[in-house]
Structures are given as structure tokens and as C-alpha cells.
């Protein structure tokens, strides 16, 4: 674990980053990588990695833009897709990730982060998680594909299907 960093990707990640997303079998569009390292490049999006010389043991994209409509009010930035592959959870390797992206948007001068998160049993982890280090749901209800969901509506239980999250990042939890 100790040989495992921190970094922002750079363009020749992607095939490491392709492979670890089918190793996951985590289904991403064929075009998913390359349009976060043009939104990259273009200052919208950060994409971080925690891996070694080797291999990605995890990844997650800091929006800077997020189209969730009260974070982009409210001018809060996003952390987006967070994923660890299961040989390295429980390991503080996502609180790493998290503590990062939380460090850039300080460093931007941002008071507030943004996060969300799937509803189902198998966000369980990032649940508890979010709420250890200081999340707190946004007040607005869920959102299915970060649209709002009213009272009556119906929709799939699927990882579209989230509770927003945000932490004012001038506390100490």
C-alpha cells in the first residue's frame, strides 16, 4: 500500500485505466476515458489515480463544472466515479483520493465539495464512508442521473439513482 500514489493522470494512462475498467467489468462507454482527459485538458475535470508502477488500484474524476444543477449554483465542485478495485478496499486508498480532491478545491479557495452517491446495497461502503468523513446529504432529495426525483415518481434502482452529498471543507472530522 505504501508504494501506491496519488497523481493526476496523463494521456498514456488510458490503456491502464481501459483495462482496469474491464477488469472491474465496470461498464463505461468506449469513449467514458478519453472524454475526461479532453475535459481535462480542458481545466473542467481532474482525473486522479491511485496506482503504482504497475497497475490502477483506483480512480476518480474531480469536476471542477459538475451538471448537477445545486452544486453548479452554488459553484461546488464534484468528485465523480470513485472506484477502488476490490484487492485494495479497505485500505484507506478511497479516503486518500478524497483527501486529495479535497486539498485541490482548498487550494482553489472552494469552501464546499460535492459527492454522490448510488442508493442500492452495494454503495453500503461509500456510504458509511462519506458520512466518516463529514458528507452530509445537500437537503434536495435523490436525483436519478443528477436530475431531481419528486414525490411520486418512478425510477430504477440503479447507480443513476443518488443521494447528493456535500462537506464544508473548513471542518475537521
Not at 479497505?90 to 478545491?105: N, Q, V
Amino acid at each position: 500500500m505504501e508504494n501506491l500514489k496519488i497523481s493526476h493522470a496523463i494521456q498514456e494512462d488510458l490503456t491502464k485505466l481501459r483495462g482496469f475498467a474491464e477488469a472491474l467489468r465496470h461498464e463505461e462507454d468506449v469513449d467514458y476515458f478519453p472524454r475526461q482527459f479532453e475535459h481535462q485538458a480542458a481545466r473542467r475535470r481532474v482525473i486522479i489515480l491511485a496506482q503504482d508502477e504497475e497497475a490502477i488500484a483506483g480512480y476518480c474524476i474531480l469536476n471542477w463544472e459538475p451538471k448537477y444543477a445545486f452544486f453548479k449554483k452554488m459553484g461546488f465542485p464534484e468528485i465523480q466515479d470513485l472506484i477502488v478495485h476490490p484487492q485494495f478496499r479497505r485500505r484507506g486508498l478511497a479516503t486518500r483520493m478524497i483527501d486529495h480532491c479535497e486539498a485541490a478545491a482548498r487550494g482553489r479557495g472552494m469552501d464546499y465539495m460535492g459527492i454522490g452517491v448510488g442508493l442500492h446495497h452495494r454503495f453500503g461502503a461509500a456510504q458509511r464512508l462519506y458520512a466518516r468523513l463529514g458528507y452530509i446529504p445537500d437537503g434536495n432529495g435523490i436525483t436519478y442521473d443528477r436530475q431531481p426525483v419528486t414525490a411520486g415518481e418512478f425510477r430504477p434502482v440503479d447507480d443513476d439513482l443518488c443521494l447528493m452529498m456535500v462537506k464544508d471543507l473548513a471542518l475537521k472530522v
